[in-house]
């Protein structure tokens, strides 16, 4: 195997997926302590959205995924897809 190649397969296996927003939602609505009721109400949508979003039923848009964990949650987004990264890590 040449160097090249050996350098490029260390690479592939580092590369984690991409976080769902879905994964993204529902991480940072537990670093923060919410129900799904009080995040739902607070970013004025219904219970039920929120609770499919999490569950993958439905695709959440990604300002509503920003917004959420922004303005509700004050969290910032790079951090939580930093701690599920982590933690993808730390399970392997």
Do not use: C, F
């Not at 569950?55 to 920003?66: F, K, L, Q």
């Amino acid at each position: 195997m040449t160097l090249i190649n050996t350098a490029t397969s260390r690479l592939v296996g580092q590369i984690k997926p991409a976080p769902t927003g879905a994964e993204i939602l529902r991480v940072a609505r537990r670093l923060r302590g919410y129900t799904q009721a009080e995040s739902a109400a607070h970013y004025g949508i219904e219970e039920r959205t929120l609770r499919r979003w999490e569950n993958r039923e439905y695709s959440p848009r990604w300002n509503d995924v920003i917004g959420l964990v922004e303005d509700v949650y004050l969290l910032d987004i790079l951090e939580v897809i930093g701690k599920i990264h982590d933690e993808q890590t730390s399970d392997n």
